[in-house]
C-alpha cells in the first residue's frame, strides 16, 4: 500500500479530537454498545471534505462549543453520542 492510500485517514484524528472536546468519553468505544457508532463516526471522518471547517472548529475556544457542530458528517452519530448520559459528560453536571 503507498502513502497515497493512507492519504484519507490523515485527520481521523480529528474525530477524536472533536469527541474530547464536546466531552464524549472516547474510551467507551470499546463498549459494545457504542463501538459502532465509533466505528462509523471514524469512517466518516477519514472521507470527510470539510477538514478546513473542522480544523477551524477544533482551533476555536473549547469553551465556545456546546453541541456537535453541524458540518461535520458525522452530526448525527456526535449528537447519539453527545446526549446519551452513558458517554457524554455534560449530561452528568445537569443531573
Known amino acids: 500500500m503507498s502513502s497515497s492510500d493512507h492519504a484519507p485517514y490523515a485527520t481521523t484524528a480529528n474525530i ?3 469527541m474530547e472536546r464536546l466531552g464524549i468519553d472516547v474510551g467507551c468505544q470499546v463498549a459494545p454498545r457504542f463501538g459502532l457508532l465509533f466505528s462509523c463516526a ?26 456537535p457542530p453541524k458540518f461535520c458528517p458525522s452530526f448525527d452519530l456526535l449528537c447519539e453520542l453527545f446526549y446519551d448520559s452513558g458517554v457524554g459528560c455534560h449530561t452528568h453536571a445537569a443531573q
Open 16 to 18: 477524536d479530537r472533536m
Open 42 to 67: 471514524e469512517r466518516n471522518c477519514a472521507t470527510c471534505r470539510a477538514r478546513e471547517t473542522c480544523t477551524a472548529w477544533l482551533a476555536q475556544d473549547a469553551g465556545a462549543h456546546l453541541a
